[in-house]
């Protein structure tokens, strides 16, 4: 049983090693698509991969929440607004993106 408890133990260090030397190259040329960053997740989220160097490219919903945001973080995090009930801003926002080679996209609620 001491043998197998042993195995077990030594496969799970073995994988945790290995996935924390998996790396992503070039993180700060990614950009990363955050929606919702007016507040909570969304824009918690993207204050810290600002913070790690990431490309933000940060949707909110209202103004206020874009400025604030803008002024919390460095330059290279670009802000749009986005309301995904209105088609026009959905279309706005989808041309801005498309110009920017969004990596990777985090959906949020705010």
């Known amino acids: 049983m ?14 945790r090693w ?10 700060r040329e990614k ?18 991969l ?4 990431l490309q933000v490219l940060a949707a909110c919903l209202t103004p206020q929440g874009a400025e604030q945001l803008r002024k919390a973080t460095s330059a290279r995090l670009q802000t749009v ?10 279309a706005a926002a989808t041309a ?3 110009g920017q080679d969004a990596w990777v996209l985090f959906p949020s609620l705010g």
Do not use: H, M, P
């Open 96 to 98: 801005w993106v498309k």
């Open 18 to 27: 290995y996935r924390e030397r998996q790396t992503v190259e070039n993180l």
């Open 50 to 53: 600002d913070a790690r160097g």
């Open 2 to 15: 001491w043998l197998y408890l042993a195995a077990l133990l030594g496969l799970y260090f073995l994988r």
């Open 31 to 48: 950009s990363v698509l955050i929606t919702g960053c007016d507040s909570g997740f969304g824009s918690l989220l993207a204050r810290q």
């Open 81 to 90: 607004i986005l309301d995904v009930t209105r088609t026009d801003s959905i």
